[in-house]
């Protein structure tokens, strides 16, 4: 799946300037090579004389048309990873009225005078500082045209639809119509000036079948029924153009973040705060109280909290939740807000410390900022999942109350209530990592069957190791997986086996995955349905990811244990980390390294096997770790156990600097040259 920048909120980012430098570079230069740097031959449309303008632009739309099509139908690029334009009829007549008639007069357009002044036209810089100051004296007196600017918004509409064909009987329609310009612009030019070398060419013959042919295929290839992919029409209820411009106007569109933060310390009821961020940023970071939904989501999960208390969306920045908040506000939302600045703002507003600010603060200001960042950083903020429990939590008692439909936090836990609504939820995959003749006794219906072993192997002469990104790929493939999908993970008692393949879908970027709470255990104690049929599974083309970043080789480590710039957590039961106990060649472990067993993360309710509260995680990690930003190397033995210590910090407890060596005491031990500590002394 091709992610855009757009989808990604990241059009501000700097790889985004730079993408549309390049993009731009290389369009004037299409221009140019095209005659656009020339007013004479730009103008030379109206009269008939030269068709470049007619045929450069329709070779665009169509080749653009055609290839974002394909893109679509063949799953690669999905709709929420683009920018759809609204149709606001009367404004855009109008502007384009406008438009036409100064490209008349001037022999430019915006786009191709930028064109024309690199190509060093005196008129053609004239015509774009016109273009300058036009816009100006447009934002000056916006106010007066502002009901002109709305006029006609009939939201995302798509031309097809309204002719009521498919949208790929538009294209080949649009295609033939391409076509016959070609053909038409150079039989003009042949008659009115001599020119139209190439009407009836065999260039233009092949051209045109090729075109003709491409948009055809569209035909065949399966895509949404114009029923299903129309964009939504405004519901009752919903709002125009003219009244989102007017909310913006009048600040009704956002919330400050000092006013955020004063709501969500005293916890407001009715207050939804939605971060609509990436699920790997929101479980790094979020606003205590936050939860996520993804941009795609957000009108189906927010229908409950319609026009009922306030939500708040946020993300980094203001593009997608302004995008999303005009959305929800067009679909009859009256009560949806977006916060100013996003989380970058709130974090310099509100939880930067007085004593990095420039201007001196007021003690009442200094004690407010203090107040903001004992509640938003306090070690118990952490990832909002239905596992959470408060500072000081009761007694555990003898069984885990029944779960609840709560919508997870991934990567993080799902509740068995969430999956047993959601199995019917093609997206919603499920993995069983018991053993087999458990699984064949009865399973979550649906689920496939798979050993954590299967993910590793012998990598660089060391066994037990994750699989490299293109054999973990052809994993998910012959599972049928898709980049897209759920995962849920269900162990048994060892819950670390569930880690370990989260560890595969992490190291392929699979955001969307999470480990069922309790297990199989808590499925059945909740009595939910299971079965022993086999499940159908059609084989699926994983995409390759480049490789991850979390994994650590030995010689990494070696490096931070002589820079003595990371706390490095040995997870191994204590009498391996000693040295007692040796099935190594050699016994003790990393120098400066803490031991905390993995067995610490786990406790038992009952039969059931679960993660001990997160606040009593948080607390005993905060022991070990002095920040959320300190780097953190975990290892175990071969990976196994350190792959659940990796799960805790990374995904329940929002450490954000969490290495993974993979290696581990198995291949440390055996690289003699590595140092270590072990009773006898032996470095």
């Known amino acids: 799946m091709i992610s855009s920048f757009?989808?990604?909120?990241?059009?501000?980012?700097?790889?985004a300037m730079l993408a549309a430098l390049c993009v731009g570079l290389a369009f004037g230069w299409a221009l140019e090579r095209a005659g656009f740097g020339s007013s004479r031959r730009l103008a030379g449309i109206f009269y008939f004389r030269d068709m470049t303008v007619l045929k450069v632009m329709f070779t665009a739309v169509v080749v653009a048309m055609l290839g974002l099509?394909?893109?679509?139908?063949?799953?690669?690029?999905?709709?929420?990873?683009?920018?759809?334009?609204?149709?606001?009829?009367?404004?855009?007549?109008?502007?384009?009225?406008?438009?036409?008639?100064?490209?008349?007069?001037?022999?430019?357009?915006?786009?191709?005078?930028?064109v024309g002044v690199a190509s060093g036209k005196w008129d053609a810089l004239i015509f774009l500082g016109g273009a300058v100051v036009g816009s100006a004296l447009f934002n000056e007196v916006f106010a007066s045209v502002a009901g002109l600017y709305a006029w006609g918004d009939?939201?995302?509409?798509?031309?097809?639809?309204?002719?009521?064909?498919?949208?790929?009987?538009?294209?080949?329609?649009?295609?033939?119509?391409?076509?016959?310009c070609f053909w038409g612009a150079e039989y003009i030019e042949k008659r009115?000036?001599?020119?139209?070398?190439?009407?009836?060419?065999?260039?233009?013959?092949?051209?045109?079948?090729?075109?003709?042919?491409?948009?055809?295929?569209?035909?065949?290839?399966?895509?949404?029924?114009?029923?299903?992919a129309a964009a939504p029409s405004l519901p009752t209820g919903a709002v125009s153009e003219s009244h989102l411009l007017q909310a913006i106007e009048t600040a009704q569109d956002h919330i400050e973040p000092d006013e955020l933060a004063d709501r969500l310390l005293s916890g407001e009821p009715e207050l939804l705060v939605v971060d609509v961020r990436p699920a790997e940023e929101?479980?790094?970071f979020h606003l205590r109280g936050a939860i996520n939904i993804p941009l795609a989501e957000l009108p189906v999960a927010l229908a409950p909290y319609k026009n009922a208390g306030l939500i708040?969306?946020?993300?980094?920045?203001?593009t997608h939740p302004a995008q999303a908040r005009?959305?929800?506000?067009?679909?009859?939302?009256?009560n949806v807000y977006l916060l100013t600045d996003g989380l970058d703002g709130f974090i310099e507003r509100c939880l930067k410390p007085s004593s990095l600010r420039s201007e001196p603060l007021a003690a009442a200001d200094i004690a407010k900022i203090n107040a903001w960042r004992q509640h938003f950083l306090a070690p118990d903020v952490l990832p909002a999942t239905p596992q959470s429990q408060?500072?000081?939590?009761?007694?555990?008692?003898?069984?885990?109350?029944?779960?609840?439909?709560?919508?997870?936090?991934?990567?993080?836990?799902?509740?068995?209530?969430?999956?047993?609504?959601?199995?019917?939820?093609?997206?919603?995959?499920?993995?069983?990592?018991?053993?087999?003749?458990?699984?064949?006794?009865?399973?979550?219906?649906?689920?496939?069957?798979?050993?954590?072993?299967?993910?590793?192997?012998?990598?660089?002469?060391?066994?037990?190791?994750?699989?490299?990104?293109?054999?973990?790929?052809?994993?998910?493939?012959?599972?049928?997986?898709?980049?897209?999908?759920?995962?849920v993970i269900v162990p048994d008692d060892k819950i670390h086996d569930a880690t370990l393949v989260s560890m595969a879908f992490a190291r392929l970027g699979h955001a969307r995955c999470g480990i069922l709470h309790g297990g199989f255990s808590r499925w059945a104690a909740e009595k939910h349905p299971v079965t022993t049929a086999l499940p159908e599974i059609a084989r699926s083309e994983y995409p390759v990811p480049p490789a991850d970043t979390f994994t650590v080789n030995y010689r990494q480590v070696l490096d931070h244990v002589n820079q003595k710039d990371a706390v490095i957590i040995d997870v191994r039961p204590a009498e391996f980390y000693s040295g007692k106990k040796v099935e190594e060649a050699r016994g003790g472990h990393i120098h400066g390294a803490v031991n905390r067993p993995f067995t610490e993360d786990v406790t038992k309710v009952g039969p059931i096997v679960v993660f001990k509260p997160v606040a009593d995680l948080a607390k005993a990690y905060a022991e070990v770790i002095p920040s959320k930003d300190a780097t953190v190397i975990v290892h175990c033995r071969t990976g196994h156990q350190a792959s659940q210590a990796c799960f805790v910090l990374r995904n329940l407890l929002g450490y954000r600097k969490v290495l993974w060596y993979d290696g581990g005491w198995s291949e440390w031990a055996a690289r003699l040259e590595l140092p270590i500590e072990s009773p006898a002394g032996e470095k």
């Open 312 to 318: 708040v969306l946020y993300s980094n920045g203001m």
């Open 69 to 114: 099509e394909y893109l679509r139908r063949l799953g690669w690029v999905a709709d929420e990873q683009l920018f759809f334009m609204p149709s606001i009829y009367g404004a855009q007549a109008v502007g384009g009225l406008i438009l036409g008639i100064g490209f008349a007069i001037g022999g430019w357009c915006p786009g191709t005078a930028a």
């Open 390 to 487: 408060p500072a000081s939590p009761p007694p555990a008692p003898a069984t885990l109350p029944v779960s609840a439909p709560v919508p997870p936090t991934l990567p993080g836990l799902v509740e068995p209530a969430w999956l047993a609504e959601n199995l019917g939820d093609k997206t919603v995959r499920v993995l069983d990592v018991r053993v087999q003749p458990q699984y064949n006794t009865g399973h979550i219906a649906g689920s496939v069957c798979v050993s954590p072993e299967h993910f590793r192997g012998v990598v660089g002469g060391v066994s037990a190791m994750l699989l490299p990104p293109d054999m973990l790929a052809r994993q998910m493939s012959l599972m049928g997986l898709q980049p897209t999908d759920t995962v």
């Open 154 to 180: 009939s939201g995302v509409q798509f031309a097809w639809q309204g002719l009521g064909i498919s949208s790929s009987l538009f294209a080949l329609l649009l295609t033939l119509l391409a076509v016959g």
């Open 192 to 228: 009115r000036s001599g020119t139209g070398q190439y009407l009836g060419s065999p260039f233009l013959q092949a051209f045109s079948v090729a075109l003709v042919v491409v948009a055809a295929g569209l035909m065949i290839l399966p895509g949404p029924t114009p029923d299903a």
């Open 326 to 334: 005009d959305s929800l506000a067009r679909l009859g939302f009256a």
């Open 6 to 15: 757009f989808g990604r909120d990241a059009l501000s980012s700097g790889e």
């Open 282 to 284: 929101f479980a790094a």
